[in-house]
């Protein structure tokens, strides 16, 4: 098994099916924990020092923040629906309360973060959606918490791969602190459509001190602490993932791999 690969487990009396804390990471900065609400059912928490970013991957609910009911927001019955997300940005040291309005999927994206920021819907408006590559590289991308939104750490996207194409390619890396690239942790949360699925990621670096290609199933974390991560789906299987990031500089710098530059570059 790898020690990158997080499996989902039977939900927890709060719903919750994966975890991944900077503590079960070994790293500093990203947090991830998926729950999977029935009808009705509520999670609630506060981070005193961390801020969040709550992403309905699939359903609707109604998040509360503090004393601010916020609403209902999502609608999508899938991630692979060429729909937004409902999300919110919940500032350290605010509750919430998220109340599912029918079967949800719930992201609970964390990151350090300062107190005194406002909670507040992302509307899908905001979310900006972009087609990345061609040919065979070609993905779907929606920018759910990028850098020019406010936030302290987080930066969060997510990213539909059609069967047979490749995404996070040429690989690329962002481990660094540099003027051309920042160091970001990163987690992949991997759903796979039809759901009996598989797709493939790689994680390795230049000296490959860490090299490792790790099959993922449907509703699979993925992390990655440094290093090139590339992810293929198959033919026939459509992949989505929602990305996680977060580091000491909140910004998207990364590096391809100097040996698969040339792809997007032209042949040598």
């Known amino acids: 098994m790898s020690r990158l690969r997080v499996r989902p487990t039977a939900p927890d009396a709060d719903g919750r099916t994966l975890s991944v804390t900077p503590e079960s990471a070994g790293w500093g900065h990203v ?15 506060l981070e005193p020092d961390r801020e969040l970013c709550l992403v309905l991957v699939a359903g609707t609910a ?8 916020l609403g209902l927001t999502g609608g999508r019955q899938s991630p692979f629906e060429d729909a937004a997300p409902g999300a919110a940005y919940i500032p350290a040291g605010v509750s919430y309360t998220v109340t599912a309005d029918g079967p949800v999927e719930l992201a609970i994206c964390s990151a350090p973060g300062r107190p005194g920021g406002e909670a507040r819907l992302i509307a899908s408006a905001r ?7 061609q040919g065979t590289n070609t993905r779907h991308v929606r920018n759910i918490l990028p850098e020019g939104e406010p936030a302290d750490s987080l930066l969060v ?6 069967g047979g194409h490749w995404s996070s390619y040429p690989p690329h890396k962002h481990d660094t602190s540099r003027e051309q690239e920042t160091l970001l942790e990163e987690t992949y949360y991997h759903r796979l459509n039809p759901p009996q699925g598989f797709a493939f990621q790689r994680v390795y670096t230049d000296d490959r001190s860490l090299d490792e290609t790790v099959c993922v199933e ?16 198959p033919h026939g299987y459509d992949l989505y993932y929602l990305n996680v990031m977060a580091g000491p500089e909140r910004k998207w710098r990364f590096h391809n791999d100097p040996a698969h530059e040339w792809i997007i570059t032209g042949p040598r």
């Open 157 to 162: 996207v997510e990213v539909v791969t059609p």
């Open 127 to 133: 979310m900006g959606r972009e087609v990345r590559g």
């Open 62 to 69: 109604r998040i509360v923040a503090g004393e601010a009911d």
């Open 218 to 233: 449907d509703g699979d974390v993925v992390m990655v602490p440094r290093g090139y991560h590339p992810v293929g789906a």
């Open 31 to 45: 947090g991830f924990a998926l729950h999977r609400l029935k009808p009705g059912q509520s999670v609630s928490g």
